[in-house]
């Protein structure tokens, strides 16, 4: 009899109706329990996987060093442009004073030999190392900042903020120069770009992001965006092709963040991918080059030991 009760009362209980609140309360919770137990195991495959890989090395140091001959290779990476008269162009219009550059550069032994192209045209590739990624930051940054450029007269630098170019970073930073910044932001044709070739310039500047902020290359608000906006419009003038360039800014930016970019190689690695076969056009879109995307990529592989603090964005 106790039985017969229970089981009318259980029948009961299960037909009444659901509420529809409820049952979409259990479908989203559920969803997102689901959600959250295959983040948590992507999240955990991913860590032993590095550790396994941490496990084959002697040392942090050591597994470090793998992940960053990859990205930041010892021996440098040569640039697809050519110095040609850039430099002396760069004295010449004033953005670079030689007297305020020697002192910044006076005990940095590889950049005063480097100074060698601010002083007479040369036939020689540009280079990017670790022992001259300063020099050329610095470099390409009054490059992009003194050349007369749309980009910087009439898109975001003009129209964002207070209207005024001179509150960003990537101008009022610049203090290398002979002549106020104001003077020579975007105030030389020392890039001279057809319509088609502007175009393409400004195609690219828009794809392309740095992790120390959330913009684009053609929002230039910090020195690297400005180094980048200068390298692009020179690749572009000297004819290098748009896969390329691409090719060729990932290589700036992994030498001015070499931490951000060694996290950013071990975790494509794990989805696959090698750093010497990615996509680099994909690769410095905001889903992984932008501020937050590099964030994202960190919170998944915050275990790998031993990097040292990136670099800001001041001279």
């Known amino acids: 009899m106790r039985s017969k009760r229970t089981r009318k009362k259980l029948k009961s209980v299960l037909n009444k109706a659901i509420p529809l609140y409820l049952v979409v309360i259990l479908i989203i919770e559920s969803s997102a329990a689901v959600g959250l137990f295959e983040y948590y195991l992507m999240k955990r495959n991913f860590n032993n996987q590095i550790a396994a890989l941490y496990q084959k090395t002697k040392s942090p140091e050591e597994f470090v060093q793998i992940l960053k001959q990859q990205v930041v290779p010892q021996q440098g990476y040569i640039l697809s442009v050519k110095w040609n008269d850039i430099g002396k162009q760069l004295i010449s219009s004033g953005v670079i004073d030689k007297v305020k550059y020697a002192e910044l550069f006076a005990q940095d032994s590889f950049a005063k030999e480097q100074m060698k192209y601010l002083n007479n045209p040369s ?23 003194v050349n007369k450029n749309p980009i910087l007269s009439e898109g975001a630098m003009k129209t964002y903020g207070n209207k005024d170019p001179m509150a960003y970073a990537s101008t009022g930073g610049w203090n ?29 500047a828009q794809n392309i992001y740095r992790p120390c902020c959330g913009n684009p290359t053609s ?47 071990a975790y494509l690695d794990k989805q696959g991918a090698k750093w010497n076969t990615v996509d680099a056009k994909k690769v410095l879109a905001a889903e992984y080059s932008s501020l937050q995307g590099m964030q994202k990529v960190h919170q998944q592989v915050q275990n790998i030991p031993g990097f040292a603090a990136p670099g800001g964005c001041g001279a």
């Open 123 to 145: 036939g020689n590739h540009m280079m990017i190392s670790e022992k001259n990624s300063r020099f050329m930051v610095n470099t390409l940054w009054a490059l992009g900042l």
């Open 176 to 204: 290398l120069g002979s002549k106020p910044t104001s003077q020579l932001y975007s105030s030389q044709e020392i890039i001279k770009l057809t319509p088609q070739q502007q175009e393409i310039v400004k195609k690219i």
């Open 219 to 265: 929002f230039p608000d910090c020195n690297h965006g400005m180094a980048a906006l200068g390298y692009i419009e020179l690749a572009v003038k000297q004819g290098v092709s748009e896969r390329q360039i691409y090719k060729d800014v990932l290589a700036l930016n992994s030498f001015w963040f070499p931490q951000q970019y060694v996290e950013l190689a």
